[in-house]
């Protein structure tokens, strides 16, 4: 077991499912919220005594804020959380409420991430979402009231008609609402998806890089450092749970289609809310799948998740032919400059790790 040690659990319920949405959630199953609340914490209590002090937790979804906040937080008491433990929820704003946030706080979550995409109706209603924008301010309010210091907004950028007068406005006033973290993703075409069906809303792949192109101008001129492709935090504020994933620590997750890292074994959890409950109430693991890479991929894949950071990777596992795609990292390592980041993938692919060296 690694020093940090992560816990991701699953909340797979919504009120309303967004156009380009893939994840495992469901808008007609809240008569399973307080049975599938209950079999998460059966299987945190079961799971406690075999992991290490957890110094991060994410709760994503789906809407985490949709359930009730009492019985989501129990859940965590069955966990041995460390005293700096990094604990984040992810938040809808038009969920936010004052009590909400205070319970949050009260039972030890230190980070909240809110779901904005976009501060333009025009914009959101073409994503297939249904919060108003209206609300985000209010919900800041509840959640600097509580006591958060701690705060990240996602915001999305490439929805059809989505102009970059539309895109600056979302950044703009996002920004004035003092996030120490922004989250900034290019729109996705996942497949079952309603986004997917409907050719004529599919991204633009050079709009979509002059959005990222402001988006980065914008923060790095506030002082917002790009620390992973997507994400841009002010001072020490980086996300600790997702540096998890990019440097291949150690995690758990809990509930339905929760992935799992233990010992450079996989694993990953059923996918429906009725198949995880009965069979934590059977006392039966509730494990779909796993895997193991082989030494040779398990290097490469580190390297390709590292080139996305600032960190970057040891400069010989670049070859010449994407030089100019990154710049200098520290002494003997690379990383991506902003070109680069738009064509992450390119770079990735090119790497050699049989090259690598230890730095």
């Keep these: 077991m ?16 967004c156009d380009y949405c893939a994840f495992a959630t469901w808008t007609d199953r809240h008569h399973l919220i307080e049975p599938y609340l209950l079999a998460c914490k059966k299987q945190a209590q079961t799971i406690s005594s075999e992991v290490p002090q957890i110094t991060s937790v994410f709760v994503g979804g789906g809407t985490p804020n949709l359930v009730p906040a009492r019985e989501l937080m129990a859940i965590f008491e069955e966990l041995p959380l460390a005293a700096n ?39 959101l209603e073409s994503l297939g979402r249904e919060h108003n924008p209206e609300n985000v301010a209010a919900a800041v309010g509840y959640i600097r009231a509580a006591g958060f210091k701690k705060l990240n907004l996602d915001l999305i950028y490439g929805a059809a008609g989505e102009t970059m007068q539309q895109w600056q406005k979302s ?20 497949a079952g998806t309603p986004l997917a069906e409907d050719p004529g809303r599919h991204p633009d792949d050079d709009v979509q890089a002059d959005k990222y192109v402001m988006a980065d101008e914008m923060l790095s001129s506030r002082h917002y450092e790009n620390y992973e492709i997507s994400n841009w935090a002010l001072d020490d504020n980086q996300c600790q749970h997702n540096h998890l994933y990019w440097s291949q620590g150690e995690y758990l997750g809990l509930g339905v289609a929760a992935h799992s890292h233990i010992a450079g074994r996989r694993f990953w959890s059923v996918r429906t809310p009725e198949r995880f409950i009965k069979a934590i109430e059977r006392g039966e693991s509730a494990e779909a799948g796993a895997e193991k890479l082989n030494e040779e991929d398990w290097e490469l894949e580190g390297l390709q998740l590292a080139i996305r950071t600032s960190s970057g990777v040891p400069s010989d596992v670049v070859p010449e032919s994407v030089a100019h795609l990154v710049e200098k990292a520290g002494p003997g390592r690379v990383r991506l400059n902003r070109a680069g980041r738009l ?10 790790p049989s090259q690598s060296k230890p730095s």
């Design 2 to 17: 690694t020093s940090n040690f992560g816990i991701y659990l699953h909340v797979p319920f919504c009120s309303h499912r």
């Design 85 to 123: 433990v990094e604990f984040t929820v992810e938040c809808n704003p038009d969920r936010v409420t004052e009590e909400q946030m205070r319970i949050y706080f009260q039972s030890g979550v230190t980070r909240i991430s809110m779901g904005v995409q976009s501060m333009v109706p025009e914009v």
């Design 171 to 190: 950044l703009e006033v996002a920004l004035q609402l003092g996030p120490d973290h922004v989250s900034a993703y290019a729109l996705t075409v996942e």
């Design 343 to 352: 064509l992450a993938n390119e770079v990735a692919v090119r790497i050699q």
